[in-house]
């Protein structure tokens, strides 16, 4: 059986003791961004479900640890030119443009997934370290 009752501290200790504030704000926004791109993408959207998928993604990876605001768009125009005769069509990276705002100790990282248009791709990055 195990211990579901864990000390975050040793947590911290055992497994985060050798990167420094600044690299594990960005670890954390960063994973909650791949994890985002890899679960929700291949999800039915359509124009009245469109707000609830948003909410559901910003909801989804607030529960991460150091998550401190999600911040989803899906572009509404992306998916009506790609909207099927089915009613629906498939979220892909190129509609979200999705803000992470992590946070450990006093520095937040803030990463960004958005469609650079002559990259033609669902670039992740970082957009800001805040110290």
Avoid at 11 to 22: G, L
Avoid at 38 to 57: K, W
Wanted: glycine share 4%.
């Amino acid at each position: 059986m195990f211990n579901l009752k864990v000390d975050k501290m040793d947590v911290e200790k055992k497994f985060f003791s050798n990167i420094s504030s600044r690299e594990r704000a960005i670890f954390e926004g960063a994973i909650s961004m791949g994890a985002l791109f890899h679960q929700f993408i291949g999800t039915p959207v359509n124009e009245s479900s469109l707000p609830s998928l948003e909410t559901a993604i910003e909801k989804s990876l607030l529960l991460q640890p150091a998550i401190e605001k999600v911040n989803v768009r899906i572009d509404l125009a992306k998916l009506k030119d790609e909207m099927s005769e089915f009613g629906y069509v498939s979220l892909s990276g190129d509609m979200l443009d999705v803000k992470i705002w992590s946070k450990i100790d006093d520095v937040s990282a803030i990463i960004r997934m958005k469609f650079i248009e002559e990259l033609n791709y669902p670039l992740m990055f970082i957009e800001d370290i805040i110290q």
